[in-house]
């Protein structure tokens, strides 16, 4: 578990960074906001390209930076990767030559076999004596990605790596990161504006809007908080739940999914009995009803439910959000005039009608 | 023209001085043009006009106050007396210095250039994979900048060939010291010695026209892009 404490006061231009915050991380932490909410100036921060005048940043018991006593220890010895928005390779330098810049000064006493398994990894093997004006942008990407990976990085830092790649580019690169997670388990913070590229990896979220962290913590609960569709897009409000695919329906052409004791129904969907699925459901999405009327709509997934409480909107006043548990919290956003309508309280026991269901990275 | 006694001291000390002269200039110029690249000093255009003065200024002007700082009563010229005992001006020592001044343009604006377009982002690309900034500029920038080098000493070295009005000025037409090929062409032709002046003057041209068409040809091989 890495503890990360970070605060730092900068101004750049006509924008103005001002960030506090204290944060574990560990597996995948996406850093999400709008363009220009000062993610990648957070970013260059905790690399130490950018030295914040007011800053203090620290890593377990590792101080790297406390202006108050002068402390500042800068980005080559602090031990990060850092994955550069364009990929950033060496023109005179090989595949290989770009591979070992950073292995040679930050990690020289690492053996072949490291070196192997991550150019096996990333798919890197026959491209070794490539130069990277002949490579594709999927490609270089790749190897900017394993050259960071390869310095054993206590941190890697990623600056939307994929932004300057296609669909299809993107989807290519995705297996890499999901493989490179499971094998290698070094902490990632992933700056991005598009978090559909990569929902399904991420375990905790930082989200930034205008210069400052407006909220941090595990994916599901920041994207479930009702207060943040302003900055979210109120598209992304809802509710993330980890499903496990249990049969294809062939007659039907539905995909059976299996969340705790709860059955759900999708469109099919290419995968197999016992794959993951991360899957996210708008709080815009579920209607709500008092009496079971399953067999009475069109709605396919309904699940019982127990109002944990209301929570009224900050933005719009004629919506209120519903939080519910279904083992465990689901929000809902209804109108207050069916709120009252329907006389909903805490406590109560409630049906949950889902509208649509998508795949984490199906969002849009 | 009789080739057996022709004199070859002039062509040597040419070569001697222009090779000496890259070498300082290299050494001085690197720096120069690697912080007028990176730097965000204010007073940047000041440098940069001061470095583009040999471009502009007649050679004479220039050769007229170094000979003022570097004659016996100069402010570099005294103290250098006082030390070695040797004057400045009027000799090798004294043109090298005059040269690098005369040739700066030629090699900090090749090298500012290339440093200018490789921008900072690569060696932030370095910093992060643990090298120094002393390292980066040895490993990444100066490898990227390589055209930016050959142009810079090709041009350095051949512009230092052909001076003649600042050579004259702080050096006179000593031979063997002092007396390069341009004077020595001067001298030839002010005693009607067209042969000679002539097979010095396509000796230099040709030469100086090879050299140039070299570069060219490489730089045009040689395709660093960052990517």
Known sequence: MNLLSAKFKIVLGDFKLNVDIETPVHGFTVLFGPSGSGKTSFLRCISGLERAPEGFLQINEEIWQDESRKIFIPPNKRNIGYVFQEMRLFPHLNVEGNLRYGLKRLAPEIDDSLFSQIVEIMGLVSFLSRYPRNLSGGEKQRVALARALLTRPRLLLMDEPLAALDMRRKQEILPYFQRMQSELNIPILYVTHSLNEVLQLVDTMLLMDQGKVIAAGPVEEVLSHPHLGQHLGHKLVGTILDTT??????????????????????????????????IHIRAEDIILSIEPIANKTSVLNVLPAKVIKTIPSDDDKCKVSVKLDIGCSILATITRKSLSHLNIKSGQNIFAHIKAIRMAHELN | ????????????????????????????????????????????????????????????????????????????????????????????????????????????????????????????????????????????????????????????????????????????????KTKVLSIEIYDRVETLDYAHAHFLSAGLLSFTFLVLFIVYYINKKLPVNFS
């Open chain 1, 245 to 278: 695919v249990v049969r294809q329906d062939e007659e039907f052409q539905l995909t059976v999914l299996k969340f705790n004791s709860h059955t759900l129904y999708v469109p099919r969907r290419e995968v197999s009995p016992g794959d993951k699925l991360r």
């Open chain 2, 1 to 176: 023209m009789d080739i057996s006694n022709f004199n070859y001291q002039p062509i040597i000390l040419t070569l001697q001085l222009a090779a000496s002269t890259v070498i300082v200039l290299l050494v001085i110029g690197i720096p120069i043009s690697w912080w007028l690249a990176h730097t965000k000093n204010r007073f940047r255009p000041v440098f940069e006009a001061v470095v583009a003065l040999p471009l502009v200024l007649p050679p004479t002007v220039l050769g007229f106050y170094l000979l003022i700082l570097l004659g016996p009563n100069g402010w570099i010229g005294k103290p250098v007396e006082a030390l070695s005992g040797s004057h400045l001006s009027f000799s090798f020592t004294g043109l090298v210095i005059a040269s690098t001044f005369y040739s700066l343009p030629f090699v900090v604006q090749p090298l500012y250039n290339a440093f200018d377009s490789i921008g900072k982002v690569p060696l932030e690309v370095a910093w992060t994979l643990g090298a120094s900034k002393w390292d980066a500029f040895w490993t990444v920038a100066s490898p990227m900048a390589l055209r930016g080098y050959i142009t810079a000493i090709v041009l350095g070295f051949a512009h230092t060939l052909g001076e003649f009005g600042v050579v004259l000025m702080v050096g006179g037409s000593i031979p063997g």
